[in-house]
T-cell receptor, first 114, second 118 residues
Framework: NAGVMQNPRHLVRRRGQEARLRCSPM?????VYWYRQLPEEGLKFMVY????????ESGMPKERFSAEFPKEGPSILRIQQVVRGDSAAYFC????????????FGPGTRLTVL | AQKITQTQPGMFVQEKEAVTLDCTYD???????LFWYKQPSSGEMIFLIY??????QNATEGRYSLNFQKARKSANLVISASQLGDSAMYFC???????????????FGSGTRLSIRP
């Protein structure tokens, strides 16, 4: 029973390039969450999505960041024109969307911006 | 606004001893859930234990138990008989609301780095 899958595990980009992070939720889970962890800090919520819908994007930076969860395929977190401050670990979590559900996390994608 | 506070940035404990990691929270929502996650040096986030605000009993999962004191707004994690493999960062977290239509984002504390001495 595969857990939450994220790829790539490590991603290096130069300033100004685009970063695409992918997340496949656990089987049977229809809710996806993205979090960002800066070095030596806790995780910060970014966005919560269901299939084809953004439910809560209150943690997303206003510019350059976008997320989607299409009907088919993984959820994508997209960062355009990356800057050094975007360097962080990006975690995806999924849940079945039932009452009192627990979020299960993927292994994370470590983004380094040179 | 909801907030999670972990006041112990780091702890050292002798192997086989019990350890308590502190967590206090603040929320105005009467319905919420509390979580503990473990993050080893490899970086993944491992779910340990969950406590709902209406649960009458303290949650337990193997060597982990959650000391839930609602009036004090504290949710300390207790690890019994610590092992070397318990060395990791531990995060306390909270979600406001329960139920399908409620907001589901989780707020994390800053973490406690636990080191187990042999």
């Amino acid at each position: 029973n595969a857990g939450v899958m994220q790829n790539p595990r490590h991603l290096v980009r130069r300033r100004g390039q685009e970063a695409r992070l992918r997340c496949s939720p656990m089987k049977g889970h229809s809710h996806v969450y993205w979090y960002r962890q800066l070095p030596e800090e806790g995780l910060k919520f970014m966005v919560y999505l269901q299939k084809e819908n953004i439910i809560d994007e209150s943690g997303m930076p206003k510019e350059r960041f976008s997320a989607e969860f299409p009907k088919e395929g993984p959820s994508i977190l997209r960062i355009q024109q990356v800057v050094r401050g975007d360097s962080a670990a990006y975690f995806c979590a999924s849940s079945p969307g039932l009452a009192e559900d627990t979020q299960y996390f993927g292994p994370g994608t470590r983004l380094t911006v040179l | 606004a909801q907030k999670i506070t972990q006041t112990q940035p780091g702890m050292f404990v002798q192997e086989k001893e019990a350890v308590t990691l502190d967590c206090t929270y603040d929320t105005s929502d009467p319905s919420y859930g509390l979580f503990w996650y473990k993050q080893p040096s490899s970086g993944e986030m491992i779910f340990l234990i969950y406590q709902g605000s209406y649960d009458q009993q303290n949650a337990t999962e193997g060597r982990y138990s959650l000391n839930f004191q609602k009036a004090r707004k504290s949710a300390n994690l207790v690890i019994s008989a610590s092992q070397l493999g318990d060395s990791a960062m531990y995060f306390c977290a909270m979600r406001e609301g329960q139920g399908y239509s409620s907001a589901s984002k989780i707020i994390f504390g800053s973490g406690t780095r636990l080191s187990i001495r042999p």
